[in-house]
């Protein structure tokens, strides 16, 4: 365990070095603020805005952060063959690979207070500060530790362009995984409705995180929402970094 912290620690000192890091929070910080501008240009609605551009900032920017600086963080030590000097080390390559993805958590958690303190710090100048906004930012959180994975993943055994499309695809289908419930109803033939429910189960459901049209219209949320969108990631997420350290064992660095 402690050579897993000791690899998140060095991860995260290298992830705020990141440029990309500063540039992404940056157009974060300045899209919330334009929030503002964009509320006085409609007729109504001011809060509901705010609230909305600032919730979508915080999960745009941050799968932007998850996958951007997730793909490059085993790719550059495969890149710069630094990572033939750690296999070499008495260091097992899960334990490698976990402690990538413990630093770039501690990364995306600093990134999303910032954002949020912002975001607040907003709400609170116009009145209107709303508690359950952070439980919208938490499941956003989680939903980020999730993509993360799948960056890791990818990048575990592609190249970091494909990987970055992989990932950034797999946000957007994980978002669309109700079309493909729709189109088991209308599709005919056994053979298909199988796939089709196939790919409904097998593919991420990232819709588990987002309560944003909920939060910002004051719609009632389920009690036991958080509680299963934690037990979602904590077992899908296992299920794509045990993948990802499957394959980085099987990899030849020799």
Not at 138 to 156: D, N, P, R, W, Y
Not at 175 to 182: E, P, Y
Request: charged letters at 15%; glycine letters at 6%; aromatic letters at 12%.
């Amino acid at each position: 365990m402690s050579r897993i912290w000791a690899i998140a620690a060095n991860t995260f000192r290298e992830a705020i070095r990141d440029r990309i890091l500063y540039l992404l929070l940056v157009f974060a910080l300045l899209f919330m603020g334009f929030s503002q501008i964009l509320s006085m240009l409609t007729v109504g609605g001011e809060e509901k805005i705010i609230k909305d551009v600032g919730l979508a900032s915080i999960s745009l920017f941050g799968v932007l952060t998850s996958v951007f600086i997730g793909v490059a963080l085993v790719s550059k030590e495969i890149e710069r063959r630094t990572i033939y000097t750690i296999v070499s080390k008495p260091i097992h390559r899960h334990e490698f690979l976990l402690g990538k993805y413990c630093g770039l958590v501690l990364t995306l958690f600093v990134n999303t207070s910032v954002m949020t303190a912002w975001f607040y710090l907003i709400l609170l100048l116009k009145g209107f500060a709303d508690p359950r906004l952070l439980l919208a930012i938490a499941l956003i959180f989680m939903e980020l530790l999730l993509i993360t994975a799948f960056a890791i993943l990818f990048s575990s055994f592609s190249t970091p362009i494909l990987s970055t499309l992989f990932s950034l695809s797999l946000y957007l289908v994980g978002h669309l995984t109700w079309s493909i419930h729709l189109l088991e109803e209308r599709v005919k033939g056994s053979g298909a409705r199988e796939v089709c429910r196939f790919l409904y189960f097998a593919l991420p459901n990232l819709e588990i995180f987002n309560i944003k049209t909920e939060v910002v219209h004051q719609l009632p949320i389920p009690a036991t929402l958080p509680l299963w969108a934690l037990v979602y990631l904590a077992g899908y997420g296992g299920a794509v970094l045990s993948a990802a350290c499957f394959i980085l064992r099987r990899r030849d660095f020799t």
